[in-house]
């Protein structure tokens, strides 16, 4: 398993961002994700996702952040294809879970 990056998400209504991306757990098991941890930083209102992939997937997975940056619809994403992320998360882990 290869982590793959932290993305950084503008999360003022935890609540309603929450139900939004577990609707989309079965996408991103589609596009090889096998893994995230979720924390969420109160103070800042913001989200960190650490996504997690298996070896023979890191391709996909990349293409699929790739798409996601293209539109601006994520703060930062920088996959560097092991654990040493230029982004950390911050505030308090919300959960983990294996797809």
Known sequence: MTRI???RHSVP???AWKQKFDERMALRK???WSRHELYYDEA???AYVVHTVK???LDMAKKHMEYFKAQGKRI???PSGNPDHSLMPKG???EEIDY
């Open 76 to 78: 930062e994403m920088n």
């Open 55 to 57: 070896d023979d997937k």
């Open 44 to 46: 800042k209102k913001e």
């Open 5 to 7: 990056g932290v993305v």
């Open 13 to 15: 209504d935890f609540a």
């Open 92 to 94: 308090n882990k919300i």
């Open 30 to 32: 589609s596009n090889g």
